[in-house]
């Protein structure tokens, strides 16, 4: 029985520092593959951008298809302009996107004319309407001129039974087909409105 005892204790010892020198070191255990750290463990670069901010909309940025609504503060017409002229205007109603005004009544505003033609006789003898195409180039918000792209306008003369509502009424003409009624005059303080036709960052 005794030895029978011995040899079950020299069995267990034998075990015992098999375990122990199995067993890694401190320094080979950090260095083992199961406990490297994974890569969101790690702390993020100083000039890395988080994914959820890609998801707050920006308080200075007007999407495609936003309404400016201006009003004139130069004239126009189909007899006197010519494609290049530029003009000035005010945003006539605040600009407000999700609750927030991103531009104030009474910003200034300029524009360009794209093409103009006075009235001028068809081959037929009949008048030929003067037309104007108009876009809005900038704003100026907070003291910076920030350029936009817009949809342009399109206005064409006529007599008062052919006018457009872009038109406005006629004035002056005794003729209905008198060269006057068949051109185009936006005034001073009309209202025009116009869309963005590329999404803009105010600052």
Do not use: W
């Amino acid at each position: 029985m005794r030895s029978h005892g011995k040899s079950v204790t020299i069995v267990l010892l034998m075990l015992s520092l098999m375990c122990a020198c199995g067993r890694p070191t401190g320094d080979n255990a950090s260095n083992s593959p199961g406990s490297q750290r994974l890569p969101f463990d790690r702390e993020p670069h100083s000039t890395g951008i988080s994914p959820s901010q890609a998801l707050i909309p920006s308080a200075t940025k007007l999407p495609e298809g936003t309404p400016i609504p201006i009003r004139l503060q130069s004239a126009l017409s189909s007899a006197s302009s010519h494609a290049g002229d530029s003009f000035s205007a005010t945003i006539d109603e605040p600009v407000v996107i999700d609750g927030q005004t991103l531009i104030a009544r009474g910003t200034l505003a300029s524009g360009q004319v794209l093409e103009a033609k006075p009235s001028a006789s068809s081959p037929g003898g009949s008048l030929e309407p003067g037309y104007l195409r108009i876009v809005l180039l900038s704003l100026n918000v907070g003291g910076k001129t920030v350029m936009i792209e817009t949809s342009s306008i399109f206005a064409k003369g006529g007599s008062r039974e052919e006018r457009t509502p872009a038109t406005g009424a006629a004035s002056g003409a005794s003729q209905p087909d008198s060269r006057k009624d068949k051109e185009i005059v936006l005034g001073i303080d009309r209202r025009l409105n116009f869309r963005l036709a590329q999404a803009v960052d105010l600052q």
